[in-house]
């Protein structure tokens, strides 16, 4: 039996307790990733073991530890909240729960009188239970058809989602397989639904816990866990799994403790390191140059060759100090503040090693980024510079542009050999007689349902028959795990014809034993400050002996879910969960000394005005690309850069989940203020973006803004709306990014940028509360995402006793653009400004009040819009 541990109060040293619960395991690689119900039922602290090496485990290994405490602080992060759920679901079952509620941070909903109705074997997915219950109260006042219609939209038991069966002792969870309007066969008004879903797990004493709940109809409720998609983090927690067993990880020298100061020179790359060896930089250098090479041995502090390689090249002087240190380090760490060109770099960087690649036999190289959106944009990129040669992994891009190098597409493209079909017709022989079996034995099965009256010879046979299905399921899968290897094969065949292969972080751990396959050398890694340690670990794969992390440490954190796991609480700064690798080698520790990093330090995003608040914050080094002297001034404004101060005070107090606070007021001078610098005509509507820390106040903002532009809100953004409680759907996800004024949470805006940038700051009381915006990280975000013209919005005086924002007050006040008015300016009378302090100061609909039209109004639809005077000609309208 496992033991536990548990740091004593002083936090120097750690003492052995009893175990705690059946799924209370030493080794990771022993421990369930779903809880079991004596877990949930354990009233036992989980132990959670800190980052921090220099805080106290119970492993001494340095890899091990490493290893163990990234599993269960991720595995807590996901499952903490909802074992609490469960827990006092157990202990109360309520006859009639609400639909939906929270706990903590975990969304759920609950449905009644579910029963395991039917267990059924699938070919390709494998044993399945139909589960039906009862209808929502809600969804039953409403007709049949229109039920059907809005339960298939809905967001409520999902494929691929997560839904747990509780009764009295009893929890098991499952995935989703197929979501009914109604039971099939079933056209009738019954307020019953079923849905199809496969156990989560395929441990032995879950199978026969659902054959049991099976035979003895045994009635409970369904727990949606709408938030909990096994996609996302099983592969992540099996890979770790997996590393625990075999003991090594790829680059362990650079990412365990090291205290000393050897970690101050890094290697090149092995494949970089022989004799003779050289980078061609041909591909990046200006037509006028040949042979331009550089040895794996360069410096990035080497000025002379800098200055020669800033000369030959497009990239800045930054930027060739990045692309040297991320040639001559085998673990590299680039960082880029905010308009540095972060991602140029990498597409620069993967130009040069394409050249080498045959020679050193790179093999293909691995992009992988955190989000979607950032891996299209990215090999997007790269084909706009010829590297056409892509292969992306994945079906959530939207990209049309990749949507032929697909990995689905291009498999379908495919053929497979003479032995692969051989392979494919014998395992599909094996697993239909397999299936075969099962059936009968769960016709069987049908049979005790149907006669059992809880004697003991029906409960040996049921318990029997349970045995022998577990299995034959094991069969069928060992069989299906054939058939996977095979499509394996043919995959690994586009790869290894391909230049790049771009990914996501959760993807690449799904599809770590295909890439080992695959024997890449080189990983690049974008967003590399965004990512949880734990994702990363999956790019260590044996073969690499090359890793490159692009990211900013100074921006956002990764985003995990557990609030008291992130270093922005007291509790977690002792976990660190969302402290990404990037930035913990960058920063280093008590026993870790830092890894040498290489920094971007000219910006080609922001006008001076805007560089110059981060600069004197955040980033000293920040230097301006002399293109960005040419930003013109923002049209009818003033100032290009300003801080409006009022004294309003917000609707709402902070729950703490970031959702309940908005400010009515502010919300309608961003409306007002948008609407005269889109009536100028110099801007599209896509120029403009309204960013605030709160989703109550972007829905208000939507609500408000919508009926005279058109506004979009990022797919995210929406997701956070339902989630929050403020929405009941997500409004579809089409590609909204053609058009439309860009609204947004600062958090979801991390990466992008705007001509005109307008912050709604929201938080307005006597107390001083300014809630998200008291991060540093997040208000870099905030305060960078600008072009052209930066316009805040908010109470200045509660942001008092934030430090970051006095600094940017004081910066602001000595521009002298902090004030309690805007100024707006007519093009052609700059002498006679107006002065807003007020929503109902913005003239409508033209900007000027004398006949010099110069006014341009804006509406959704095509109708004339006319200036104050009513004598003047109407002006000229723009349909959006």
Sequence with gaps: MAQFWQEDRRGSSSRCLETRHDNDNIDISQIRIFPTAEEIASQYPEFLPSIDFSRPHFLADPLQRYIDSNYRLLRHDIFGPVKQLLRRTISSLDPKPPLSSDSGTVDFHTFTRARVSRIAVDRRRGLEAHISFFRPQKLRRISYAEHGCRWEDSRLLEEGGVVCFVSSGTVLFFVVSEKRAYPRGNTSQSPQHTIVARPAGRERDDLKLLTQIYCERVEGLLVDLPEIIPATFMPVLERLQEISKIGELRFQQWILPN??????????????????????????????IANLVMSPTSRANDMGFINTLERCTDLDRGQCQGLVAALTREFALIQGPPGTGKSHLGAQLVRILLRTKSEARLGPIIVICFT???????????????????VRIGSQSQSQILRDKNLEVLRSNSSKTRLENATVAKTYSGLDLTMQSIEYNLALLVEIRKVRNGGAPEKQLQASLADILVDQLDLAESLRQTLDEVHQGVDCRALLAADVIGITTTGLARAAKMLQRIQSKVVICEEAAEVVEAHVISALMPSVEHLVQIGDHQQLRPQINNYSLSLESQQGIAYQLDRSQFERLVCGGPTQAPIPMAQLTVQRRMRPEISRIIRNTIYPRLEDHESVYDIPDVVGMYDNVYWLDHAYLEDGQDDGKGRSCSNEWEVQMTKALVGHIIRQGAYESTDIAVLTPYTRQLRKMRAAMETEFEVFLSDRDEEELVHDGLETEVNGFEDRRSGGIRLSTVDNFQGEEAKIVIISLVRSNLQRKVGFLSTENRVNVLLSRAQHGMYIIGNAETYANVPIWVNVRHQLEEMDAFGEAFTLL???HDDMPIQCSEPSDFPEPSPCPFPCGAGIGITRNATPAYSVAKDLAPVRTITI
Aim: glycine fraction near 6%; include cysteine; charge should be positive.
């Design 259 to 288: 205290p000393t100061n050897g970690r101050t020179h890094m290697p090149p790359p092995a494949y970089a390191r022989r004799a003779g060896f050289r980078f061609c930089l041909d591909p990046i250098a200006k037509s006028t």
């Design 372 to 390: 979607n959106h950032a891996l299209d944009q990215f090999l997007e990129r790269l084909i706009e510079f010829g590297v056409d040669n892509v």
């Design 826 to 828: 007519c093009p052609r």
